[in-house]
C-alpha cells in the first residue's frame, strides 16, 4: 500500500476517561473495538468506529465506554490483548499483572512478582500461554496462565534501568525489550542466546518489524531508530531535534510555528503501519511553547524517511503517548487530555 495514502481524517473521539491515557490497543482481527488504559486507573473498552462515524461529516462523540475494567489502584501504563479476543493483560503502578476476562469484566489471575511499577505487557507462547511484563525494578517476568503458580517461570535480569518496553515475536520466539539503560535487547527464547544494541539514551518504545528482521526503538533524544535485528546496523532514522531557529523564525514572521517531532521527558510509543511501510508515533510539546501548540501523531516512509503526515491533536494536548493501527486502515492516539482519537 503506497503511504501516499496515509489516513488522517478523524472519525471518533472518546471522552471517556478522566486522566491521560497511557495505553492503547485495538482488539485482535479485526479488530472492532479499542482498549484504553488511563491515569484514572481503568481500563475501558469501546467501539473503534461507531456505526455513524463513516457518513458523519464531523467526527463523532462518545463519553461512555461500553465496559470499564476497574482493579488497578494506581495509574494503568499498558494493555495487552489475546488473540482470540476472550482475555487482556493490563499492568501499572501497582506493581502487578492483571489477567481479566472480557465478558466477565473481572481479574482472572494478579501476578505479584516486581516491586515497582510496571511499564509493559505482552502475550507470548502458544495459544497466548504466557504473558511477559517489563518494570522499573529493572526486571522482565514470564508468567504462566495455565499454572496456578504465583511465581514467575523465568526472570530476566540484565536491564539496570527500568525496562520501559517489550515486543514479543512469535515467528521468531523472541522478546525485544527497551530500558532507561540505553539499551536494546533481544531474547531468543529457544536458544537462550541475549543480543544487545546500544543507543545511549532511554528506550522508550521498541517494535520488531512483522518478518523481524528490523527493529524500531524510541529514544529520549527525539529519535526513532530502525536498527538491523541481525548485526544493529542503523537501517534509517526518524524525528530529530527540533531546528529552533527555524521556528523563531516563523514566530518573528507572524506566522504559526510548525509541529516538530519531539520526545524528550515521556514514555512515547512508536509503532510499524501500512504492512512495515510507515512509522507511526505520538510526541510531545516542548515545555517552553516554542514548538507549535499542542502535540501532533507523526507518520514516516521508511523508505525515503520524508513525514507523509503530521496530525495535530489539539492546543490543549501536551502529549500523544500511545498509538496503536489496525490492518483495516485506522489508527488511535491515546492524549494527555484523557481523549483517544480515532482516523481512518
Known sequence: MPSKTFPTRHLHTLRTHNGPVNAVTFSSYPGT???TGSSDRAVHLSRAV?????????AVESTSPIQRYEAHGYS?????????????????????????????????????GHNSRVEAVQFAGEGDSVVVSGSADTTINLWDTRSNAYKP?????????????????????SIASGSYDGHVRVYDVRTGKTTVDVLAHPVTSIRCSADGNA????????????????DGKLLAAFGGPSKNGEQQTQSL???RPRHVYRNQELRVRSVFVQGDAV????????????????????????LSGEAVATVPMGEKVKAVSCVAWNEQGYWVGGCSDGTVRLFG
Open 33 to 35: 473495538y479499542v482498549l
Open 50 to 58: 461507531p456505526s455513524n462515524a463513516e457518513s458523519s461529516a464531523t
Open 76 to 112: 494503568v501504563l499498558d494493555i495487552a490483548v489475546a488473540a482470540d479476543n476472550a482475555r487482556f493483560a493490563s499492568v501499572g503502578g501497582d506493581r502487578q499483572v492483571f489477567l481479566w476476562d472480557v465478558e466477565q469484566g473481572a481479574t482472572t489471575r494478579r501476578w505479584s
Open 153 to 173: 517461570i523465568q526472570t530476566l535480569t540484565e536491564a539496570s534501568d527500568t525496562v520501559s518496553c517489550l515486543n514479543v515475536h512469535a515467528p521468531t520466539y
Open 215 to 230: 527493529l524500531l526503538a524510541s529514544t529520549l533524544d527525539s529519535y526513532i531508530r530502525m536498527l538491523d535485528r541481525a
Open 253 to 255: 514572521l507572524g506566522t
Open 279 to 302: 512509522v507511526l508515533s505520538g510526541s510531545e510539546t516542548a515545555k517552553d511553547g516554542g514548538a507549535a501548540p499542542g502535540a501532533a501523531v507523526f507518520a514516516w516512509d521508511i
